[in-house]
């Protein structure tokens, strides 16, 4: 980002910050040895730095820890304080999110309202890729998913097709109906399709969540957009920290029964 600074245009420089940070989203994998080690001047840190995030945002942009999500509290409305609370009276921030510091709970910092995504503006870090390894690996395991998952569609559409999906599909007509059966596999593999886009989840505590004591659970892709989402007690939030720990998250309701995202 420094590096692309244009230190001549008329562009504010919160303006041009979130129009870098943005590209650098875009792109969603960055290898770090192409990214030159640069030592920013006082010039850059008084200028670009400092006014980005604080060194606290960039330890918990730049520490994931084991879990890697944070809880991002968006509402600070009149009254809101006791839901607040109730929301963490029974959740052990540990579980959840590895470290108590990912609770990112300040009015001045956070009050986004339904804006969550500026959480992005200041840690891309949270969805960009810097591990060329998960980064290819994931491309390769995506391939797979979406062949498996057009093999699976056209199969129904009544095309000569064979391969895993086929027998998924025929499996699957043993104990359902044939079209249930079909749209089953089908669930199945664009489940997988969605999994192999995701790069983090974050919880969002926002006024539907004050409200309904339901928090927003939100898995992203290496872009910072929406796979799926869904709401949560929050003590199956607790429970989403153990299940990405294990790769089992894409078992449960709160994934399956998740709306799917624009994007996907």
Excluded at 16 to 42: E, K, M, N
Excluded at 69 to 97: K, M, P, Q
Aim: proline share 5%; charged share 25%.
């Amino acid at each position: 980002m420094r590096q692309n600074w244009d230190i001549s245009s008329s562009t504010a420089p919160t303006d041009q910050l979130r129009h870098l940070v943005r590209l650098y989203i875009g792109a969603g994998y960055h290898d770090p040895t192409t990214l030159p080690s640069i030592t920013p001047t006082d010039d850059q840190v008084t200028t670009i730095l400092q006014p980005w995030r604080t060194p606290f945002q960039r330890a918990v942009a730049t520490e994931p820890g084991q879990i890697g999500s944070i809880w991002l509290r968006t509402d600070y409305s009149a009254e809101s304080e006791g839901a607040h609370e109730s929301l963490l009276e029974n959740v052990d921030l540990f579980n959840t999110l590895d470290d108590e510091d990912r609770l990112l709970d300040d009015e001045d910092l956070y009050d986004f309202g339904q804006e969550w995504q500026k959480i992005l503006d200041l840690m891309p870090e949270l969805v960009v890729s810097t591990d060329a390894s998960t980064w290819h690996s994931s491309l390769t395991l995506l391939t797979k998913a979406e062949d498996e998952l057009d093999k699976a569609k056209a199969y129904l559409a009544g095309e000569d097709i064979q391969g895993a999906p086929v027998e998924l599909i025929e499996s699957m007509r043993n104990i359902l109906p044939a079209d249930q059966a079909g749209e089953s596999v089908l669930r199945i593999l664009r489940s997988k399709v969605h999994k192999t886009c995701v790069v983090n989840y974050i919880l969002v505590e926002d006024s539907e969540a004050l409200e309904t004591q339901q928090l927003l659970l939100i898995f992203l892709d290496a872009h910072g957009r929406v796979v799926r989402s869904s709401r949560v007690p929050p003590d199956q939030a607790e429970q989403m920290g153990g299940f990405w720990l294990d790769g089992s998250w894409d078992e449960v309701d709160e994934w399956m029964e998740a709306e799917i995202g624009d994007n996907y």
